[in-house]
């Protein structure tokens, strides 16, 4: 049983996710994995990925990933998700008309286009650089200024059926939801790995979390 397991299904910045838990936890187990009996063993769970949502949920179910993550989140393991690692847990991503795992409730939708801040600038898509994160009170953002920073690079976001789930959100120039959580379930849009110190608390908290 390892005490981390980093989801390996070809996609995603494996590398510095890696070097970034490795660096919170130095004395941990950590394994980069795409075996199924690894990860349903594992300690704690942490789920990565970039780039297309349909190119994503393929390669997920082509490797048989679905069901042990499903698992996984269900049996009670602290499960952490991050960019598309959040995005595929909804029900549909607009991106490719890609049905997602449907764990939680809620499409995920592209930033409009000719959206403008308010100053009159025309905003890009994607969402790309470093962003204010408003945060609540979940433990993994002890030790996480409000409004800190973080790093993203998204073109969709996910819009969740249960307000409940929302623990951050960001403004790209309206506030979309940047981290849900449920139980043992924490996921974030942005890349902690990518974030400086506020991202290593956060990865730092994680490993220390106990859900209820």
């Known amino acids: 049983m390892v005490d981390i397991a980093i989801v390996d299904y070809g996609m995603g910045n494996l590398r510095s996710v890696q070097q970034a838990v490795r660096k919170v936890a130095p004395g941990a187990d950590i394994a980069v994995t795409s075996d199924a009996g690894v990860i349903a063993n594992a ?21 048989g990933l679905d069901k042990v993550i499903a698992e996984t989140v269900s049996k009670g393991t602290p499960f952490l998700g991050i960019c598309m690692g959040l995005q595929v847990l909804f029900e549909h991503s607009e991106e490719g008309d890609t049905p997602c795992f449907g764990l939680l409730a809620g499409p995920v939708t592209r930033f409009a286009s000719g959206m403008r801040d308010a100053q009159g600038n025309k905003l890009k898509v994607p ?70 110190a506020a991202g290593l608390q956060l990865l730092r908290n994680f490993i220390n979390w106990n859900p209820a």
């Open 127 to 196: 969402h790309m650089g470093w962003n204010q994160v408003h945060h609540g009170n979940h433990a993994l953002w002890n030790g996480i200024e409000q409004d800190a920073r973080f790093y993203f690079v998204h073109s969709y976001y996910v819009q969740p059926r249960d307000a409940s789930l929302a623990q951050a959100t960001s403004d790209y120039p309206q506030p979309f939801v940047c981290a849900v959580a449920r139980d043992n379930l924490f996921a974030v849009q942005f890349h902690p790995e990518k974030s400086a």
């Open 43 to 63: 300690g704690r769970v942490v789920f990565p990925g970039q780039g297309a949502a349909r190119d994503c949920m393929r390669e997920i179910r082509t490797r």
